[in-house]
């Protein structure tokens, strides 16, 4: 079978074979390690599987390009299949070329050697129409499989969206469509992880926070969404001390808030009504509100653990910096 897909399509479509075949070994590949390990970093072999999918249909096309030039043999004469790199070399020799070498006598080129023309070579009726549907069935695969691996990074993209670590290059497409696809922990102990770094990629992600903090780590009024383009607007709680149109301003993804650390335990209280009273009407904010506390001593654990209830119901998320809380309190840690 090797040999009469060489006669057909020569090295370059053998290429574009091992290319797309090489693709779907990778794919299969990490098929089977992703059922062992759900949380495994893949994105750089998808990006490998893309990269051979783009090569075989290139190789593809141009060898559906050089089948086709193939003429059908109409001298009913036995054909010796050769690979078509050969076939249209052999065609496509100039007229000029086919005098052999020339001297000049006189003022007048006179040929001296002339070349033996060879036939051009050609596919019989069966071998053409054999050949054609082969093509067909490369180009059907190699598109195919194109489109299996831009599905398959897409889908793992999706699936490292929420991830507290590991995911790259976040775009702003959050909602509940998404916390469907790939559930996001609802309750985090940072331990020792970056909230700097974690905000700013929440606000890349397309979602907003409530920052409880001694210090305003951005001087900046807003925070990068998209690149320079598109920003989300922050405040800073003190004017106005209406921690309700705080909260209402997160909730419907309009700004990211900070509050200092002499605001904090009043505005977290506050914020316990507010969500009260939210989950009494059966109402969710539709992208996650990030609620962050990074002060040294925590909340009141009757408190905390009131939000941390009432936060699954509003599609608020808690995270703690604080290393005295109960860690049986919260779905993911970082130790």
Not at 77 to 99: K, R, T
Not at 277 to 304: G, I, N, Y
Request: hydrophobic share 50%; aromatic share 10%.
């Amino acid at each position: 079978m090797i040999v009469r897909l060489y006669g057909y399509f020569g090295l370059v479509g053998l290429a574009s074979i091992g290319a797309w075949v090489g693709a779907l070994a990778v794919l299969a590949l990490q098929a089977v390690l992703g059922a062992f390990a759900a949380h495994r970093q893949r994105p750089r072999a998808y990006l490998a599987v893309l990269g051979l999918a783009v090569a075989g249909i290139v190789l593809a096309q141009i060898n559906s390009i050089r089948v086709s030039a193939v003429p059908l043999d109409t001298a009913g004469q036995p054909v010796i299949l050769q690979p078509v790199e050969e076939l249209q070399s052999e065609a496509g020799v100039p007229a000029y070329q086919q005098l052999g070498k020339q001297r000049r006598d006189g003022g007048r080129a006179a040929p001296v050697t002339p070349v033996e023309q060879k036939p051009v070579q050609s596919f019989r009726e069966a071998q053409l129409i054999e050949a054609n549907q082969l093509d067909r069935w490369n180009l059907l695969i190699t598109r195919g499989t194109l489109l299996l691996a831009l599905l398959a990074i897409v889908a793992d993209y999706l699936a490292r969206f929420n991830r507290t670590t590991g995911n790259s290059y976040p775009l702003p497409i959050a909602g509940p469509w998404l916390d469907r696809l790939a559930p996001k922990s609802r309750t985090l102990l940072a331990g020792p992880l970056d909230l700097k770094l974690y905000l700013e990629t929440v606000v890349r992600r397309g979602e907003t926070f409530l920052f409880f903090t001694a210090a305003d780590p951005w001087p900046a009024p807003a925070l990068p969404r998209l690149g320079k383009f598109c920003r989300l607007p922050k405040l800073v709680y003190g004017q106005p001390a209406d921690a309700e149109f705080y909260f209402n301003v997160v909730w419907f993804n309009r700004y990211c808030v900070v509050i200092p650390a002499g605001a904090a335990p009043a505005v977290l209280a506050q914020l316990q009504l507010y969500l009260e009273w939210h989950t009494f009407t059966k109402a969710a904010a539709r992208q996650t509100v990030h609620v962050v506390w990074d002060l040294p001593a925590p909340p009141p654990e009757p408190l905390l653990q009131n939000l941390l209830m009432l936060g699954r119901e509003t599609n608020f998320k808690f995270v703690l910096k604080a290393a005295t809380v109960t860690p049986d309190l919260f779905e993911e840690i970082h130790a």
